[in-house]
């Protein structure tokens, strides 16, 4: 992995973004960029306020306070975001009677994408041969996949994927950290959570670390696993410290 130039602009500026639900902050004055071409680690424990910042990305929670531009507007001001923004959340939430071409047919209508574009990322992600089964008989691995190709239907610049490596086995990994790194190369702007430690530092250039709704640590993988600390054990370290980088 090399590291790209960080003096083009950021495709995502996050600045003291700040979420409260009545007396619960999940979110609290959290301020980060990401550039194109990089693999994004987004890690932290479970109510670390990953899901709800990536929420506030996509224009799906109303920020307290501070702002999430993607390109320098937010997510409602985009034209066209499906072509600007793909995004995998859950990969639960599809129709189970849908057949999964089906469902990307219509993914692709309402988001203004041409129809061929259903069978180059069925290809993509590997799924061509069990386009036409319905969907109900998908293991998780294949809903991933599914997730994967749906957020991919617009050619987006920036990808935000929530786990999506669960249900995937070894060679599953594997091709889909070869998928990221390809993705990236071709300079879009990648951001994973994930739980999967040794995943991670085989994939992601740059990692940023949340718990309790702030940040803990922004910067190159190779920093965070410094003098010969494993991701593991920086991450355990830093996700239990009172202090924030």
């Known amino acids: 992995m090399t590291s790209p130039t960080l003096s083009v602009p950021p495709t995502v500026s996050v600045r003291g ?27 932290g424990p479970n109510g670390a306020g990953k899901t709800t910042t990536a929420r506030m990305l996509l224009g799906l929670v109303r920020p307290t306070s501070g702002t999430a531009l ?3 507007r937010p997510y409602a001001g985009l034209s066209h975001p499906k072509r600007r923004v793909g995004a995998v959340l859950e990969a639960t939430a599809y129709h189970p009677g849908r057949r ?3 469902h990307l047919r219509i993914a692709a209508r309402a988001g203004g ?11 993509l992600v590997d799924l061509g041969d069990a386009a036409d089964r319905r969907v109900r008989g998908y293991s998780l691995g294949m809903r991933q996949r599914l997730g994967l190709a749906t957020a991919l239907l617009g050619d987006p610049g920036l990808l935000i994927l929530d786990e999506p490596g669960n249900g995937l086995d070894p060679a599953g990994l594997a091709w889909l950290r070869n998928l990221l790194r390809d993705l990236a190369a071709q300079g879009r702007t990648i951001l994973v959570s994930s739980h999967i430690l040794a995943e991670v530092a085989q994939t992601v250039d740059r990692v940023l670390v949340v718990a309790g709704g702030r940040k803990r640590f922004d910067g190159d993988l190779a920093e965070l696993a410094s003098a010969g600390t494993s991701i593991e054990a920086a991450f355990l370290r830093l996700t239990s410290a009172g202090s924030a980088r």
């Open 113 to 123: 994408v041409p129809a061929a574009r259903v069978d180059e990322v069925l290809k």
């Open 70 to 72: 993607v390109d320098g």
């Open 100 to 102: 999964a071409r089906e």
């Open 17 to 43: 973004l700040t979420k409260r639900f009545g007396a619960v902050t999940a979110v609290d004055d959290l301020s980060f960029d990401l550039h194109p071409g990089t693999v994004t680690a987004f890690l």
